[in-house]
């Protein structure tokens, strides 16, 4: 019992430090042009080290890690539609430029759209209309969300898939954190 008891604080530090740079990662992914490259492997590498010392092999170093990565893009997006949801403001956008991206053997058509408000919306849209026509939009006056359409719903179902990796996550560190280190 007493060795339990002394495994206790790393399994505490190691899901604090887990979900800290989910939390991290899930600010740092907001809007439609979040940071997507450089977060995403990084919280698959903090997700890979905070096992370390466990004498996790390396599926489940893996999947902490895997997992690590859906709480925060789930996250993320369960975060956006949030707001858009709580506090979005119907907006017509204006299509401001078009553009043709290559996309493999293929070319699609790319837009950048601007509120009639002047306000520019980040992210491109992949729809094929012209330039000067009008799209029902969704902005968050104080953040970088937007969506096409009207105030969508409540995410329901991204937050309970955020919970449920959450919970997941935390018994599978804490599982590891807690059993005795192979001989």
Do not use: I, K, Y
């Not at 949030?82 to 058509?109: F, I, K, Y």
């Not at 012209?130 to 995410?155: H, K, M, N, Q």
């Not at 959450?166 to 059993?179: D, H, K």
């Amino acid at each position: 019992m007493a060795e339990l008891v002394r495994r206790v604080p790393g399994a505490l530090v190691r899901n604090g430090c887990l979900l800290a740079a989910e939390f991290g990662a899930v600010l740092l992914l907001r809007g439609p042009e979040g940071a997507w490259v450089p977060v995403l492997p990084a919280v698959f590498v903090v997700g890979e080290a905070v096992p370390h010392g466990t004498g996790a092999e390396f599926v489940a170093r893996t999947a902490v890690a895997l997992v690590a990565v859906g709480v925060a893009v789930v996250g993320g997006v369960a975060l956006d539609r949030h707001t858009l949801h709580e506090r979005g403001r119907a907006e017509t956008a204006v299509v401001a430029s078009r553009t043709m991206v290559q996309d493999g053997s293929t070319q699609t058509p790319s837009l950048r759209l601007r509120t009639e408000a002047g306000r520019e919306l980040a992210g491109p849209v992949a729809l094929d209309l012209r330039p000067g026509a009008r799209l029902a939009v969704t902005v968050d006056p104080d953040g970088p969300a937007w969506a096409l359409g009207p105030r969508p719903p409540e995410p329901f179902w991204q937050a309970a898939a955020t919970a449920a990796l959450l919970l997941l996550q935390t018994a599978g560190v804490t599982a590891l954190s807690l059993r005795r280190p192979r001989p």
